[in-house]
């Protein structure tokens, strides 16, 4: 028989099985029919057709977490550090070596962004043709280079050189990694695995500081001195890290050498289960399925949920060495690297915190609405006091909520699409906008308007206010979306379309439904 939505799913060949065969028999035949190619993993409202034994899923699960996760977290911790030592490098005098002065700084952290947000949709693109087990070690190993650049660059125009470069490279990284581990966890899974690498961003933040403090206590490494020591160390660990990693990366459950044959099956049926009206997990890149995964109304919205997001994450990044230093300008500049620490340390925790709350509930927009008010109270306390202590812990409310947007926002734009051709742009658009905002952050502390910078804070709270109203609206507008599909005749709906025409629908595709 087949299904009413015209294609034949894995649960058509279940009554091939005999009725003798005993409950685990026949739940491990499901399995190998919906990894099955050429199957369907749903029925045509996207309700899984094939049961999983949760125990075996457990034991696959922890071996994933084992085996992917810490190389990808280990690359983006310095991905992250090559990309904010810069603020370290600035308190140690990159400025003054440069000949830098006035806007000079925001200028060489902007030519970052420029490439940044060019390179992301195309980048992604090209980790999915490619394969994310060579493609995401080759743009570790070219930051990791640049890196070592900006070791001996002798003026400005070289140095934002450099960073143009890093930017082209860096792009990838998050929403190619994003994106690979969407290839071995289900929706639910997938927000606090991500938070697992995204949190080396605020750890970047912390170790970034106490490694910057170790290196800058050497007098120099052979000509090397100063902050240029911080470039050379860091971008030196990158490589060797970048060059491990073409080793133990592996593109897709059915090439990694570290599962059975069984593990592989299950890993590709359990992440089918969930792909509604798709008969394989990794298609072919698909024109229409590329185009409805940027052009999907929840993808765009989430994408600028993350803009606002970012200005207060980027924000905090590039300048909480500055905010540090203009409220305790006395201090020694090892002493101002080591508080800028722990607001990133706490951050961390909420980071990983707030996405696995999201991963029990497998509910991600009520977090991103929750998380702004935190956001938004830390702004109203630097923009409503010059006590130091004051000011100090507003950082401490700002790095709470704002970190936990990454994971949240990456894991909503790819439990909106469907195919892995969708999910490769709906990644990358989201880090494409989520990014102009980290353009805006380099333009939101100037330094005219410091020490209190009432301009930058103000930015940072207006974004954090656009944040809650955006995510607000959003969640109302998919369960007012989801009642009017409700009512669609699916079957009719799709009658007459082929089954290529069905797979490329994606969230025009009848029985879609959002998930908030």
Known sequence: MADSDGIKTSSDAKEAIPKSSTHVERVEKDVHLAAEEGLTATDSHGRPVVEFDRQAERKLRNKIDWMVVP????????CFIDRSNIGNARLAGLEDDLGMKGNDYNVLLSIFFVSYILFQIPSNLANKMIGPGWFIPFLALGFGICSLGMAFVKDLPAACGVRFLLGLFEAGMMPGISYYLSRWYRRAELVFRISLFVVMSPLAGAFGGLLASGILSLSNIGSVRAWRMIFLVEGIITTGLSLIAFITLTDRPETARWLTEEEKTLAVARVKSE????????????????????????????????????ITVQGLAYFLPTIVASIYPSYS???????????YVVGAVFEVFVPFLSWRTDKRQIFLIIAAPLTMMGYIMFLASTDTKVRYAATFFTAISCFAGGPLTNAQVAAQVISDSARSTSLATNMMLGNIGGLTATWSYLSWDGPDYPIGNGLNLAASSMQLIVATATLFWMKADNKRR???????????LTQAQIESLEWKHPGWRWKP
């Open 71 to 78: 190389t990808v977290s280990l690359l983006y911790l310095f």
């Open 275 to 310: 792909l509604l009206a798709q008969t394989k997990v990794i298609d072919k890149a698909d024109r229409k399925k590329v185009w409805l995964g940027f052009w999907n109304p929840v993808v765009l919205a989430t994408s600028f949920i993350f803009l606002f997001n970012n």
């Open 333 to 343: 500049t090892v002493r101002k690297q080591l508080f800028t620490v722990p607001p």
């Open 486 to 496: 409700e009512k669609l005749d699916v079957s009719k709906e799709l009658e007459g």
